[in-house]
């Protein structure tokens, strides 16, 4: 099956700069690759997502990008602010109703 | 939201109980999903329903028992749980197309803890 590794864990940035949370995946079948950001006590919910016929997907201050070659994928978020301090979750899928989730990274955005 | 909801938010059972976890989504979907969330781990898939027929289980311990009666509704029925059964029990739902992999949507989650 699909193997996701999640990195860093934990990532603390100084509101306004720039995060970077990075993906890989085992698995080459994997087609579809969402980004969760689950706040404190809160549910996760969908951010962004990519799919594998596109390199590169933005929305406002958020971005993801996508490696098949290298089997990564990234978020990538700028002018952090203190909202965006959540916890983070990637998942890869290659069909079937199977998510394959990473260890999740804590964000911190220090004002 | 109300998309996908959870009862109860929070639980406290026994390991000789017998509880029933609810989950309902108002969202049209056709795909329903149990998770797992402990601490530091991965979210775990347990179940997966897809009109209404279990399409995966990862696995799980049969102190875990699935039921989906229709398309919005989801139960988790658990009996003579572990402590490390104590987590974050998340239900999720999705379009269920069958074609392109879907997005899903995830409810509150209900805290689980078994003394």
């Known amino acids: 099956g699909e193997n996701v590794e999640q990195h860093p864990s934990t990532l603390s940035v100084q509101e306004g700069d720039s995060a970077v949370i990075k993906c890989t995946y085992s698995?080459?079948?994997?087609?579809?690759f969402p980004w969760y950001k689950q706040e404190l006590g809160k549910r996760p919910q969908l951010i962004i997502d990519?799919?594998?016929?596109?390199g590169e997907k933005k929305d406002q201050r958020i971005a993801v990008t996508l490696n098949k070659t290298a089997k990564h994928f990234s978020l990538h978020i700028t002018e952090t602010q203190p909202e965006d301090s959540a916890v983070y979750f990637c998942?890869?899928?290659?069909?079937?109703?199977?998510?394959?989730f990473g260890t999740g990274t804590s964000l911190t955005v220090i004002p | 939201e109300t998309g996908v909801t959870q009862t109860p938010r929070h639980l406290v059972m026994g390991m000789t109980n017998k509880k029933s976890l609810k989950c309902e989504q108002h969202?049209?979907?056709?795909?329903m999903y149990w998770y797992k969330q402990s601490a530091k781990k991965p979210l775990e898939l347990m179940f997966v329903y897809n009109f209404k027929e279990q399409t995966e289980n990862n696995s799980v311990p049969s102190r875990f028992s699935p039921e989906c009666p229709n398309s919005s509704h989801l139960f988790l029925h658990l009996h003579t749980l572990q402590p490390e059964d104590s987590a974050l029990y998340l239900c999720?739902?999705?379009?269920?197309?069958?074609?392109?992999?879907?997005?899903?949507?995830f409810g509150p989650g209900t805290r689980l803890t078994v003394l």
């Open positions: 990519i799919r594998s016929n596109v």
């Open positions: 998942a890869a899928s290659y069909g079937g109703n199977q998510f394959y």
């Open positions: 698995d080459s079948a994997s087609n579809y």
């Open positions: 969202l049209g979907h056709n795909a």
């Open positions: 999720a739902s999705s379009p269920g197309s069958g074609g392109a992999v879907d997005t899903q949507y």
